[in-house]
């Protein structure tokens, strides 16, 4: 149960920053957030506010509602009333339709708390409205029944009347402050009430000390309607206690609780606070509606922020506020190649890094941990590490530098009159994993998959496990495939080769077996025969790319067409291609003699590092050859159109 104590000393300083920010706060203890349908409007005296009353749509419906823990917990035809916010069924007395049970228990509950010491002002007001019997008359007359709402996705729903969930607003003079869910003061009313009339007092077996025991447990986490619960105790049926449990509730109210009991305000603030991180900075895998998704989350128990795992570099530097002002390098910046670029990202990195550092102390705890659910009530968690600041932001720049690679982005930038121009850039940067599973998997697979591949990945992220090898070899493979892409997709596959090439080049580096670390420029005294054949293929394919040009053409190139048979058969395919090259070089000859002799240069200094051997080796390329080709694709493209002038009229 470290995880609950960790969540529970999180809680305060969440509240702390919210209050500092001004952003919202975690949900309070004995409260929870449910989709109201109507307003109900009324005086400090309690009377009905003809004409006031609304129906709520959308976002506007979210309420925050005092719950006692038998409510927060009932389904079906269970009779447990919340305090104030509650269904038709539940509040009017005078509807027709009405269970008596129902609306007894609610008068009977609100009454006792009005009528106790933690009462308050907007409860009293509240109570006398609801003792004159009149809401369904009241409603009835303002509003035709079924009710008919706007869900938050813009959809239309109707209502069952007596399902409609009211919230209730009091005016007062001098008071801006009408709405039950804002008023600080009736909350804590409510949290003070609650704990003094529901105490079932034990031993909390995660804090160590006597305490109020919790019968239920939230639920809720990762969105609304969510059911899953991490931790269920009050089943009755249908569960096996293995020999050592009998009963559940009533050992506790016999003060003796047989295995592990778990404080009240334990569980609400410790749920509450992961509540809020998921919606916050989880990160959400999954789409179905019934199924709310597996999520991903890291924090800091002193809620300072960290390094995200599910960012790659780009998102990590660009989209949070930074203490420093690091830029990473890009093409477009005319990166020097005669400088270490993987020291000089590296860094950029580790200054950048520096600043989240610097908010942490020593002793902070950094929490990685994974939630998913197998059925609709229940909820595990499936990865969970604790870390101190130093080893989590080592990991994680660990992550970052392994990783990098020139990755396919968009840059926005302002063209003025309110147009923005989006501009593509090869930025240094890991690749999330979301960008992984896209590339390997393409992006309809089933969340079944994403999940497992975030699963393989995140040990990797935060334990610098080495690489996946079956991943790697997919995404060469899927790369290498180009001609599967369609021809609107080359910028889609552009981006997958940005991420294959970042995946085989981490992989190399953390591959326990030999151990191999790669340039992140064009390295031009690399012999390997891989590494050769991939700078081949780039030349060709560019020399090919500027014939076409020349003459007005627009369809792919023999090297993009036959780059997986390239892959497979180096040799014999490379072949092909020079064949294909000649009438495009005959092409040149006449209309762009400099850049031809320069490539035919280039070709002819690669063709001349092939060991013996080698170049006739038919043997399959590994994923060498997409770094050589990448690298050597990039700065061919990068070569300005004015040297490319110059290099013609020579």
Known sequence: MSWMAKLYDTYDYIEERCNKDGITDPWPISHFVKNAHLEVVINNTGDYLQGRTKILNGIDSHTLIPASESSAGRSGAKIAPHPICDEIGY??????????EKTKAYMEQLSNWAESDKSHPKLLAIYQYLSKNTLWKDLSNDFEFPLKIKKVDGTSQKIATEKVFIRWRVEEAGNPVSGTWEDKSLINSWIAYDNEHNTKD??????????????????????????????????????????????TKTSIEKNGIQAVGIGFDLTQKA??????????????????????????????????????????????????????????????????????IGQSFAHELGKFMAGY?????????????????????????????????????????????????????????????????????????????????????????????KKNTVERLLPCIIEARPFPRDLVLKAVQKVSNRSAYKSDEQWLWEKHLGVACALYKGFCKRNPTQTKEYDMALEDNNDSRDYLYGRLLAIAERIEEIALSVSGENRSTTAARLMQRFSDHPASTWRNIELALQPYIQRLKNNRAGFLHNMQQLLDEVMEKFLAGDFVNDKSLSGEFLLAYHCQRLVLRNKSQSTEQTEDNN
């Not at 105790?233 to 293995?242: I, L």
Request: aromatic share 10%; with cysteine.
């Open 202 to 247: 034990g031993f909390c077996s995660v804090l160590g000390n006597d305490s109020r025991i919790a019968l239920n447990h939230p639920r809720f986490l990762r969105r609304p309607g969510d059911g899953a619960k991490l931790i269920s105790s009050n089943d009755s049926s249908g569960f096996t206690f293995r020999g050592r449990f009998t009963d």
């Open 271 to 340: 749920h509450n606070a992961l509540r809020w991180l998921i919606a916050s900075q989880g990160m959400k895998i999954g789409s179905s509606r019934d199924d709310a998704g597996s999520v991903v989350l890291a924090w800091a128990v002193s809620a300072t922020d960290i390094p995200q795992p599910m960012e790659d570099t780009w998102d990590c530097l660009w989209n949070e506020e930074k203490e420093t002002s690091s830029s990473l390098p890009t093409i477009e910046n005319q990166i020097n190649h005669t400088i270490d």
């Open 357 to 449: 550092r610097a908010n942490l102390k020593e002793t902070d705890n950094i929490i990685i941990m994974g939630l998913d659910s197998a059925t609709p009530g229940r909820m595990a968690i499936t990865y969970y590490q604790e870390l101190f600041p130093d080893e989590y932001i080592a990991r994680i720049s660990q992550w970052h530098k392994d990783f990098a690679w020139y990755q396919r982005h968009k840059s926005e930038e302002d063209a003025g009159k309110k147009k923005t121009i989006y501009k593509t850039i090869w930025v240094l940067s890991s690749p999330s994993p979301r960008a992984i599973w896209e590339t390997i998997y393409g992006t309809h697979l089933t969340d079944s998959l």
């Open 91 to 100: 509040c009017a007395s005078d509807y027709p339709k009405r269970k008596k």
